[in-house]
């Protein structure tokens, strides 16, 4: 299990619990209730795909960096701060 956070603006995080599948090409799939965030990472960005069951509502590709064990990337366009938080064994 993981910890998805999320912030907007300069607003605290918000964070809760995740369901995170990492593979092995560098995909990433995060699910928070009906919510899953299609993750692929490339060299120095990382693609998101975000879908509410089959309806896609939103897309973006944004820089982002790995702190220990939490992937971190924000969306300026949105004011948004994002951090996954993986346990230690996860990576």
Partial sequence: MAQLCVATSA???SCGP??????ANGSLRVRVDDVVYHLQLRSSQVEIVVMHNVVQ???FVVPYEWVGH???FRDDERHSRYEIR????AR
């Fill in 18 to 23: 995740a369901q995170a599948d990492l593979g």
């Fill in 57 to 59: 509502i939103d897309e």
């Fill in 11 to 13: 607003a605290p995080p």
């Fill in 86 to 89: 993986f346990p230690e064994a």
């Fill in 70 to 72: 939490t992937l971190r």
